[in-house]
């Protein structure tokens, strides 16, 4: 198994610091691989990450809700949407991102969209070349 980072990761950086096997990985270009990437075959799954991020974006792969239901105003980042987000990161550095749609209270959205992506990353995408 791995943990996933879903759709309401916001770049908040948290995460990455506490990971013991440093497998956590920022996507790049941000347009294309807007959140940030756990590499499932090193993930020992150890649960540190979860606490630390603060838009309660990771989970267990095999508990990342079908039917995630919003408390309204909080953010999805998914490639193709044109929203315009912009915070602060764990560190004071600025965040700025344009693929972003602000939920409704209330509203369903299926996270397990948000699976493949982190496979693909490592598999097709930059991976840990990303870091460079
Ligand atoms: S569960 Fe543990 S090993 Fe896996 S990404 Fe999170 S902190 Fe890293
Ligand atoms: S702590 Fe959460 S919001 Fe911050 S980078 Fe990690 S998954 Fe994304």
């Not at 809700?65 to 990161?89: N, Q, W």
């Not at 550095?93 to 990353?121: C, H, S």
Request: hydrophobic share 30%; glycine share 10%; net charge negative.
């Amino acid at each position: 198994m791995t943990y996933i980072i879903t759709s309401l990761c916001l770049r908040d950086s948290g995460c990455i610091e506490v990971c013991p096997v440093e497998c956590i990985v920022p996507g790049k270009p941000v347009e294309e691989w807007p959140w940030m990437y756990i590499d499932p075959d090193t993930c020992i799954d150890c649960g540190a990450c979860v606490p630390e991020c603060p838009f309660e974006a990771i989970f267990p792969e095999d508990e990342v809700p079908e039917a995630y239901e919003a408390k309204g105003g909080e953010y999805i980042s998914r490639v193709g949407l044109t929203g315009h987000y912009e915070g602060i990161d764990h560190h004071g550095n600025q965040v700025v991102l344009d693929t972003v749609r602000q939920l409704e209270p209330g509203e369903v959205v299926d996270l397990t969209e948000d699976i493949q992506p982190n496979y693909d990353f490592f598999e097709n995408g930059p991976g840990y070349d990303a870091l460079d």
